[in-house]
C-alpha cells in the first residue's frame, strides 16, 4: 500500500519539534529520555518549542516528570482505551493530534513499539520517514532536517532530507544519543487532552501480557560492557567474558558472529542489527572491528581491544589496544584487577 502524500502544504505552517514518548505499564521509557535530549538541540537551533506526546491512562504524575527535562510542554492523550499499547488506538490518537498541532519534526524511538506505529503515523499523515537514524542535524542553509543512517549493510552512511513533506519524521536507534539532563526545577506545562477514540477504532483485543522468562540485557544502560568476539572460538569461552564483566562491574556483550554460531544469545548483540551502547568503558574481546560492530560501539567513551592480530581493524578506533591471546591477556587482566581492586 503506498501512502498518500500531501501535496501542496505550506512548509511554514509547521512549527516545533515533537517526541512521541513510549511507555510501559505507565511508565516512561529511557528512550524518550534520550530523544528529549536530542530534540532539545534541534528545536534550539530552530528556536522552537520542544513538545513531548504521550498516550496513557491515569499517568499524570508520571508524564510531570518529563518537565524535569527541559521540555517546553507534555501533550497527554488520556483514555481508557490508551492504557495498554495497540497500534491502532495509538497511532489514530498521536495522528490526529500531529494534524491538528501540525509540528515540522516528529521523532520516535527505534524500539519495538516505535517500529510499529512510526511508519504508520508517517502513512496516515502523508509524509516520509528515515528508519533508525544515528545522527540528527539541521541544515544551516534552509533549516531541514538531516537525517543519518546506516545504508548498504552499514558500509555507508545515508543523509536523507524530507523536503516537500511535514512533519519530517525519524526513528532514533536507542542508544544512541544521549539522554537529556534532569534538572531539579521543572519547566513547561502538561497540556491533557482527551482523544476522539472509541472501541471501534481499536481492531485488536489485548487479552494477556506474558513477560518473558529470559533474563534482560540492559545493554543500553551499562557504564562497562565486556564483549566477546569469534577470537573465543567457543560458547565455553564467554566463561571468561563473564567473569572479567562480574570483576569489574560489566556486563556481557557480543559480537554477531558468536551470535550466529550459537554461543550467545541475540540479546547481547553490539552492532548495527544489535544493540548501540556508549558505556564508560567497552572492552573487545578477540573482535575483528567489523563497521557494523563499530556501527554499535565506537561512541564508548574508552575503548580497549584484546586481539592477537596487530592488523584487526579494532585497533584503529580503541584508546587502549593489547596484542596478544586473549585466552591469557584475560586471566592476566582478571588476576591484576582482584590484586589492585582500587
Ligand atoms: P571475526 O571478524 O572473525 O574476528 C575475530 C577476531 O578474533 C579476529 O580479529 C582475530 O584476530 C581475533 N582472534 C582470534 N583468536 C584470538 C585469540 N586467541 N586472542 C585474541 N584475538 C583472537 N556484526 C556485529 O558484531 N554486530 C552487528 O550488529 C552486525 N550487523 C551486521 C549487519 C549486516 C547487514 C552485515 C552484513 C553484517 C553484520 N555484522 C554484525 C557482522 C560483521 O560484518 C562481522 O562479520 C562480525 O562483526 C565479525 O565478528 P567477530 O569480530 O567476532 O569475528
Known amino acids: 500500500m503506498r501512502a498518500k502524500v500531501n501535496q501542496n502544504i505550506c512548509l511554514n505552517d509547521y512549527k516545533n519539534v515533537w517526541i512521541i514518548a513510549e511507555q510501559r505499564n505507565g ?38 516528570k518529563l518537565l524535569h527535562y527541559g521540555v517546553d510542554k507534555v501533550c497527554y492523550v488520556e483514555s481508557p482505551l490508551l492504557k495498554d499499547f495497540s497500534t491502532d488506538g495509538y497511532v489514530k490518537a498521536f495522528a490526529d493530534l500531529i494534524n491538528e498541532r501540525k509540528p515540522e519534526i516528529v521523532l520516535v524511538g527505534a524500539t519495538s513499539l516505535g517500529r510499529d506505529i512510526g511508519p504508520r503515523l508517517a502513512a496516515r499523515l502523508g509524509t516520509g520517514l528515515t528508519a533508525d537514524c544515528t545522527k540528527l542535524e539541521i541544515d544551516e542553509t534552509d533549516n531541514k532536517l538531516l537525517m543519518t543512517r546506516p545504508a548498504f549493510g552499514g558500509n555507508l552512511m545515508a543523509t536523507i532530507v524530507c523536503p516537500k513533506n511535514r512533519p519530517q519524521m525519524s526513528t532514533v536507534r536507542p542508544g544512541v544519543m544521549e539522554k ?93 542489527t544489535g544493540t548501540t551502547v556508549r558505556p564508560d568503558l567497552y572492552i573487545a574481546c578477540g573482535i575483528s572491528g567489523a563497521i557494523q560492530h563499530l556501527a554499535g560501539m565506537s561512541e564508548s567513551k574508552y575503548i580497549v581491544a584484546i586481539n592477537k592480530d596487530p592488523k584487526a581493524p579494532i585497533f584503529e578506533v580503541c584508546d587502549y589496544g593489547i596484542v596478544g591471546d586473549l585466552h591469557k591477556v584475560i586471566p592476566a587482566m582478571i588476576e591484576q584487577i582482584k590484586e589492585n581492586p582500587d
Request: proline letters at 2%; glycine letters at 10%.
Open 27 to 64: 511508565k516512561i521509557e529511557p528512550v524518550t529520555i534520550e530523544l528529549i535530549g536530542e530534540g532539545r538541540k534541534l528545536a534550539d537551533i530552530l528556536s522552537r518549542e520542544l513538545i513531548v506526546a504521550v498516550c496513557g491512562y491515569e499517568m499524570k504524575e508520571e508524564t510531570e
Open 180 to 272: 537529556a539532563h534532569f534538572h531539579e526545577e521543572k519547566t513547561g506545562e502538561v497540556e491533557v487532552i482527551v482523544p476522539a477514540l472509541t472501541k471501534e477504532d481499536i481492531r485488536t483485543n489485548l487479552e494477556q501480557v506474558i513477560v518473558a522468562d529470559q533474563k534482560k540485557v540492559n545493554l543500553v544502560d551499562a557504564k562497562i560492557v565486556v564483549s566477546g568476539g569469534r577470537g573465543l572460538k567457543t560458547a565455553e569461552g564467554f566463561a571468561l567474558v563473564q567473569e572479567l564483566a562480574d570483576t569489574i562491574g560489566g556486563v556481557v556483550g557480543s559480537s554477531r558472529a558468536c551470535v550466529e554460531a550459537g554461543w550467545i544469545d541475540a540479546s547481547h548483540q553490539v552492532g548495527q
